[in-house]
């Protein structure tokens, strides 16, 4: 019962303004206040900001501190397989019963004014987290920054600045990389640390002229930290450490690079005691579901040929795309890789699925189930196939993977597009 009541909270909300996303401050500032302030009694905060890899740094991050035996606060956004993913608190999840009163409560307080779905959400997770006094509070932020429900700290342990790439062009006035820096970075907390990650060059010095008159240290990849892959594992240096470290759990070169961001913001983060060996079993068990993963599990492989491989992973936007094709490329060469597509209507559809033109077999377009915003696969089907891509749409993933499997048994099937496609996927278990 629980799981049908936080659906009908969570319809309510969604009445409470008639766009999902109006870019403002204003709405969560009114909010908060009439919540006592909580995000001002928030203690030891990170922020991590970006396109790409926010997911990844925050869970890296949140397992460092945790074999270190810190409690972690932890917003995400958006969630995968169920809502309370977005609330983790002091090791675990929200409840159903206690993400109901949250939401319940903060709906009271709010009165029925106007807000976003989002910013109402933010605003539950300040308010939650504040009750729960853990070491440290995580915050991934959401569309951009600048203007974002997450931006309305005054002061934090670190900036993470991850990957940026073109993203939600529909909500820029040109589309422009430069405007999208310029939303994720100009707007940082003053008199902090910021850590850079790697970055394409022109992404690189854009960053650097729109924090170049923030206050805070900067560390930049490359310059002031960096790593380097080996035959077992890789090694990760900065100015004053060196450590040797296994391969994560986490599939894909770019994720060591990832983990290496989060490394340097523990290193910069003097408050808390991080030691290597802690280092080195936190990431062998990082926790990051959607991002290159591997099914194994036999309710969804009763579905294929048990020669098939299943592999997940959310990308939704060019950058991404680049790094997924890099991965497939090197390690499905000699394999066919049939990839199941599902969108959301916003996004960079016909430069998405051109990148992966020559690495994939064919193309199985779908919608997205649960989803009104998805991009309908007829017109994923066509853009495949303007491209030469063999193409065709199926009515669920279910059909899908059954006939995938009988045409190959022993072929890779990539499923990508949104997280919350692959959501579902994961949700067939």
Do not use: W
């Not at 500032?29 to 922020?47: M, S």
């Not at 960053?207 to 240290?217: A, G, H, Q, V």
């Not at 900065?238 to 340097?264: H, V």
């Amino acid at each position: 019962m629980q799981p049908m009541k936080i659906k009908k909270i969570i319809n309510r909300l969604l009445l409470l303004h008639p766009k999902s996303i109006d870019l403002s401050l204003v709405r969560i500032k009114r909010l908060l206040k009439d919540l006592g302030n909580p995000e001002q009694k928030l203690r030891n905060c990170i922020q991590v900001i970006g396109t790409n890899g926010k997911f990844s740094i925050c869970s890296t991050l949140r397992e460092i501190y945790e074999t270190a035996g810190y409690t972690v606060n932890l917003n995400i956004s958006p969630s995968i397989r169920n809502f309370n993913e977005r609330f983790y608190f002091s090791g675990k999840n929200i409840s159903n019963e206690k993400l109901c009163k949250l939401l319940i409560e903060v709906e009271k307080i709010n009165k029925g004014k106007e807000i976003t779905f989002h910013e109402f959400i933010c605003a539950c997770f300040f308010y939650e987290a504040s009750r729960t006094k853990s070491d440290i509070n995580i915050l991934e932020a959401g569309l951009f920054f600048r203007l974002d429900a997450s931006n309305v700290l005054k002061k934090n342990l670190v900036s993470i600045i991850t990957p940026i790439g073109m993203d939600h062009k529909d909500f820029l006035k040109k589309g422009t990389i430069n405007e999208i820096v310029y939303e994720k970075c100009s707007h940082l907390v003053k008199k902090s640390t910021i850590i850079v990650s790697k970055q394409k060059k022109n992404v690189i010095k854009e960053i650097k002229k729109n924090i170049k008159n923030n206050l805070s240290k900067k560390i930049f990849f490359s310059e002031d930290y960096y790593y380097k892959k080996n035959i077992n594992g890789f090694t990760y240096k900065d100015k004053r450490f060196s450590i040797k470290l296994p391969f994560p759990n986490l599939q894909g070169e770019f994720q060591l690079s990832n983990i290496s961001t989060a490394i340097a913001a523990t290193r910069n983060i003097k408050k808390f005691k991080i030691t290597k060996s802690q280092i080195c079993k936190a990431i062998t068990n990082i926790r990051s579901e959607g991002r290159l993963q591997n099914i194994t599990q036999k309710k969804i492989k009763k579905y294929v040929s048990k020669n098939n491989k299943i592999l997940i992973d959310g990308a939704h936007n060019v950058l991404a795309a680049y790094e997924i094709k890099k991965y497939l490329d090197y390690h499905f060469k000699k394999k066919k890789i049939f990839m199941l597509l599902g969108m959301m209507a916003n996004k960079n559809h016909r430069k998405f699925i051109e990148i992966f033109k020559d690495s994939v077999y064919s193309i199985i377009a779908l919608d997205i189930p649960n989803q009104k915003n998805f991009f309908e696969k007829e017109k994923l089907l066509k853009t495949a196939r303007s491209f030469g891509i063999t193409s065709k749409t199926e009515n669920s993933i279910k059909t899908a993977l059954k006939n995938i499997s009988k045409e190959d048994g022993s072929a890779v099937i990539f499923c990508t597009g949104s997280l919350y496609f692959c959501g579902e996927i994961l949700n067939l278990n």
